[in-house]
Nanobody, 127 residues
Framework: QVQLVESGGGLVEAGGSLTLSCSVS????????MGWFRQASGKEREIVAV????????YYEDSVKGRFTISREDAKSTVYLQMNSLQPEDTDVYYC????????????????????WGQGTQVTVSS
């Protein structure tokens, strides 16, 4: 089992950028697919971006394509979410998620396919 800790959230003006980081600790051997989700109060947690264990496959929710980039740096046990051209509708709590899997190309695209979650970091975009 691994532990996930997000950081990098904050307040930014519309059109600005933020980079979220997810630090992975614990039993990191074996490889994990990683994802970023977001959730507004009273709403369901929704997928934002996913990266396969190898890093060669990625998936983005339609509203963030071309603006957000997910990446991983396994030597630092860290996954990033670079967010550009932020809009007020991107305001949410952002969560990092992980799922250990044997397939290096596996790219889970559903919340239920992840079994480990961080505590979340707040992103607020002002208009």
């Amino acid at each position: 089992q691994v532990q996930l800790v997000e950081s990098g959230g904050g307040l930014v003006e519309a059109g600005g950028s933020l980079t979220l980081s997810c630090s992975v600790s614990g039993r990191t051997s074996g490889g994990y697919a990683m994802g970023w989700f977001r959730q507004a109060s009273g709403k369901e947690r929704e997928i934002v971006a996913v990266i396969s264990r190898s890093g060669s496959n990625t998936y983005y929710e339609d509203s963030v394509k071309g603006r957000f980039t997910i990446s991983r740096e396994d030597a630092k046990s860290t996954v990033y979410l670079q967010m550009n051209s932020l809009q007020p509708e991107d305001t949410d709590v952002y969560y990092c998620a992980a799922r250990r899997h044997w397939d290096t190309m596996w790219t889970p695209m559903a919340r239920g396919q992840f079994d480990t979650w961080g505590q979340g970091t707040q992103v607020t975009v002002s208009s």
